[in-house]
């Protein structure tokens, strides 16, 4: 910008001088012609000649003079041989009682100071670049200094910080896999001698029946059931650490045609009773088994829970109200204060003992591990004595 300044500023200079050059010759050209006047009317044409040459040579940067009469008599035709584009030419015109005498034609050569323009042109062209050169090395050095230098030093520190979290992600993930492979490995191993503590209590039972009081009946079969309440804990315990293994196979599901075939399998309905809605025509893209394995948790713990009801109502479809268009599974059952919420989906985790409902605490938890695999989310609703719903969504 500073650089087209100047050479405007400069070209408008050097037009300025042209027209000055131009203004002078014509001056100059009229006080000469005034001199001819006296001679040209005595036809004296030798002293007009001999006068306008004498007086061009003492001007060295005229470079041609030509003098013509009206008839088309050259008297001075003087031009030396110098190429050049930068040229400043004027003429006059001799007259008396307005008749033309001669007419008076001269150029002078700005050649000189045309270079000398585009000398200064160069001059302030080179400033200019070294000015801006000097200036970029200024700038840089401060960007280097105030801003790059701190930002390369945060991205090399932020390098090392996702290093050093990737290796703890890893040695975190190895650690998760060797706890899983280990839980898996005794839970596997504490099915076969629970076997043969709930069978040998089961046998002791049928063999000292009639030797043994009512209290000892009731000992042995508590011991029984325990065994069979561990054994189950055990299964949920493998199903747990398998979803966390199981490699997902994303295909496409009808979920109301999953849900019927889960209800009639899984869930002793009383005809007369119970009412099961379920929305037709839901489909969803995920693992087939494990989808199957949430709806199993969520449909037996709808059946459980809302099972002490003489009317029992299951309801299943997709809540459109919700800006996520979750899925849902709702009963009418017992409910819950939301205040324990939170507790729900972590494992072993129960708001009901055996007693009142069986149940090993792990079902829930199986359920949130299956959602997190398919990366949704789930949560539940609830309300002591009016019901539950357990809403879901699968990305």
Same mark, same amino acid.
């Given at each position: 910008?500073?650089?087209? %300044?100047d ?49 061009? &040579? ?12 009206p ?16 040229? %400043? ?9 307005q ?10 050569? $700005? ?5 000398? @323009?585009v ?8 400033l200019?670049?070294?000015?801006? /050169? ?11 200094? $105030? ?8 991205? =090399? ?9 990737l290796?703890?992600?890893k040695?975190?993930? @190895? ?9 898996? !490995?005794?839970?596997?191993d ?6 043969s503590?709930? !069978? ?11 030797? *043994? ?12 059931? &325990? ?31 999953? %849900? ?12 007369d ?8 025509? %839901? ?5 087939? $088994?494990? =989808?199957?394995?949430? /709806? *199993? ?5 709808? !059946? ?13 479809? *997709? ?12 009963d009418?059952?017992?409910? @819950? ?22 149940? $090993? ?12 695999r ?5 949560? *539940? ?15």
């Open positions: 910008m500073l650089v087209t %300044v050479v405007i500023i400069l070209s408008q200079q050097y037009n300025k001088y042209k027209a000055n050059t131009k203004e002078h010759l014509h001056e100059e050209l009229r006080l000469a012609a005034s001199f001819c006047v006296e001679p040209l009317l005595k036809n004296d044409f030798i002293s007009v000649k001999s006068f306008l040459q004498n007086w061009a &040579s003492t001007r060295t940067s005229i470079i041609a003079l030509d003098a013509q009469s008839n088309g008599f050259n008297l001075v035709n003087y031009a030396e041989k110098i190429q050049t584009n930068h040229i %400043v030419s004027a003429n006059h015109t001799i007259s008396y009682n008749s033309p005498l001669l007419t008076l034609t001269i150029k002078e050569d $700005t050649s000189a100071t045309y270079d000398n @323009f000398e200064q042109v160069f001059i302030i062209v080179l200019s670049f070294v000015l801006v /050169l000097l200036f970029s090395f200024a700038l840089w050095g401060t960007l280097r200094r $105030t801003a790059i230098t701190p930002l390369e030093n945060e991205i =090399i520190e932020r390098h090392k910080a996702e290093a050093k979290l290796e703890k992600s040695e975190l993930k @190895f650690s998760n896999q060797e706890l899983e492979a280990y839980s898996y !490995s005794i839970a596997h504490l099915r076969t001698p629970l076997r503590i709930v !069978s040998l209590s089961q046998l002791l039972q049928e063999d000292i029946e009639h030797k *043994i009081d009512e209290n000892d009946k009731n000992l042995l079969k508590r011991i029984a059931h &325990s065994g069979l309440f561990m054994s189950s804990l055990i299964n949920d315990i493998l199903n747990l650490s398998k979803i966390s293994r199981h490699d997902i196979q994303i295909e496409k599901i009808n979920l109301s045609e999953t %849900v019927s075939d889960l209800v009639n399998n899984y869930i002793e309905l009383n005809p009773k119970d009412e099961i809605h379920i929305e037709k025509n %839901v489909v969803v893209y995920g693992d087939p $088994t494990l =989808i199957n394995q949430l /709806l *199993i948790n969520l449909l037996t713990n709808a !059946s459980k829970y809302s099972g002490i009801n003489q009317n029992r109502i299951i309801e299943f479809g *997709i809540d459109k109200s919700h800006v996520d268009y979750p899925y849902f599974i709702r009418n059952g017992i409910g @819950f204060n939301m205040n324990y919420v939170n507790k729900l989906f972590k494992p072993f985790q129960r708001l009901y003992t055996n007693e009142d409902i069986s149940g $090993t605490g792990i079902g829930l938890a199986i359920c949130k591990r299956i959602v997190d398919h990366h949704g989310k789930i949560w *539940i609703e609830s309300q002591e004595n009016v019901g539950t719903t357990v809403y879901f969504t699968l990305n």
